[in-house]
């Protein structure tokens, strides 16, 4: 099956941007997104990029894709502590259900 | 826009009796629902697809007369979990996509209710 990998932890300070990665293997993936999950809530989703596209960027996030090497990332410019949730890279692709990858735990020091 | 709503938000119920959650698309139809279920600091698990009038279609290993789901509008879809026991008690999340390519395009991203936090005593 697909496979999509994420780093566990990242921590960063208050102002500094941060990067999370993530990887995945199915060459066919369509549609990536990026989700944030605050403790106790559900999935928040943050962006998505569609395969064709090499760079999206929406206030302080930017997401990057790498098709050829099959790595996403989201930057997140003058990170703040509201910023501190678990994120999850997730890939699809047409009418496929959705692989979420491990999540991130994204740690803001003030 | 694209908002779901899940409730209740937290139950706890003792083991043996059964627990239903909610899951309602307040703003689009909901062609397809999906329930997820999440252990602490895991990754969300995919339990079953449930497209609005047919069956859920439900993941290996998941047991589908314990895990009861119905979608039987565009805007709600409902799991039920029957005879709880405490190796039920997790956090139960639902998501909601919808087809219609006016707005989404081919796929929408999935858009997730807030969770059900179920404690089986």
């Known amino acids: 099956g697909e496979d999509v990998e994420q780093s566990l932890f990242l921590s960063v300070r208050e102002g500094d941007s941060s990067v999370i990665n993530c990887t995945y293997t199915?060459?066919?993936?369509?549609?990536l997104y990026w989700y944030k999950q605050e403790p106790g809530a559900g999935l928040q989703l943050l962006t998505y990029?569609?395969?064709?596209?090499d760079m999206k960027q929406d206030q302080r996030l930017t997401v990057l894709l790498n098709k050829k090497d099959k790595h996403l990332s989201l930057r997140i410019a003058d990170t703040q502590t509201g910023d501190s949730a678990i994120y999850f890279c997730a890939e699809t692709r047409i009418y496929q259900k959705v692989t979420f990858g491990t999540g991130t735990k994204l740690q803001v020091i003030p | 826009g694209a908002v779901v709503s899940q409730h209740p938000s937290w139950v706890i119920c003792k083991s043996g009796t059964s627990v239903k959650i909610e899951c309602r698309s307040l703003d689009f139809q909901a062609t397809t629902m999906f329930w997820y279920r999440q252990f602490p600091k895991q990754s969300l698990m995919l339990m079953a697809t449930?497209?609005?009038?047919?069956?859920?279609?439900?993941e290996q290993g998941v047991e589908k007369d314990k895990f009861l789901i119905n979608h039987a509008s565009l805007t709600l879809s409902t799991l039920t979990v029957t005879s709880a026991h405490p190796e039920d008690s997790s956090f139960y999340i639902c998501?909601?996509?919808?087809?219609?390519?006016?707005?989404?395009?081919?796929?929408?991203?999935?858009?997730f209710g807030n969770g059900t936090r179920l404690t089986v005593t």
């Open positions: 998501s909601a996509s919808t087809r219609d390519r006016g707005r989404w395009g081919y796929n929408s991203p999935l858009h």
């Open positions: 990029i569609f395969s064709n596209m």
């Open positions: 199915d060459s066919s993936s369509t549609y």
């Open positions: 449930s497209n609005e009038g047919s069956k859920a279609t439900y």
